[in-house]
Nanobody, 126 residues
Framework: VQLQAWGGGLVQAGGSLRLSCAAS????????IGWFRQAPGKEREFVGA????????YYEGSVKGRFTISRDNAKNTVFLQMNSLKPEDTAVYYC????????????????????WGRGTQVTVSS
């Protein structure tokens, strides 16, 4: 599967953005999808993930309650809705695919993810 993320941009603190991650190639529904981000000078960090059927999600603590991941397998697309954005959310955001797992499979580290999309820049101004 190949991935492409888009939807980033410049937004003021407190605003919202929705990122999309489109997949092509193999059966999209075979994969859990994760979102990661990397700020300048920092290591890439996990943001959240969604299981293959959308029935289970997991979020990193700093985004929980503000970010929501959803997916539409019929359209081979995963979404990251980001609300109440903060300057510390500024980063390049990446989506990644992890094959297999069950209904609750939401990997939280890099290891299971074997396909990565090109990132999209999100900048939150104060």
């Amino acid at each position: 599967v190949q991935l492409q993320a888009w939807g980033g941009g410049l937004v003021q603190a407190g605003g919202s953005l929705r990122l999309s991650c489109a997949a092509s190639g193999r059966t999209f529904s075979d994969y859990a999808i994760g979102w990661f981000r990397q700020a300048p000078g920092k290591e890439r960090e996990f943001v959240g993930a969604i299981a293959w059927n959308g029935g289970s999600t997991y979020y990193e603590g700093s985004v929980k309650g503000r970010f929501t991941i959803s997916r539409d397998n019929a359209k081979n697309t995963v979404f990251l809705q980001m609300n109440s954005l903060k300057p510390e959310d500024t980063a390049v955001y990446y989506c990644a695919a992890a094959r297999g797992g069950g209904d609750y499979y939401t990997p939280r580290n890099n290891g299971p993810y074997d396909t990565w999309g090109r990132g999209t820049q999100v900048t939150v101004s104060s």
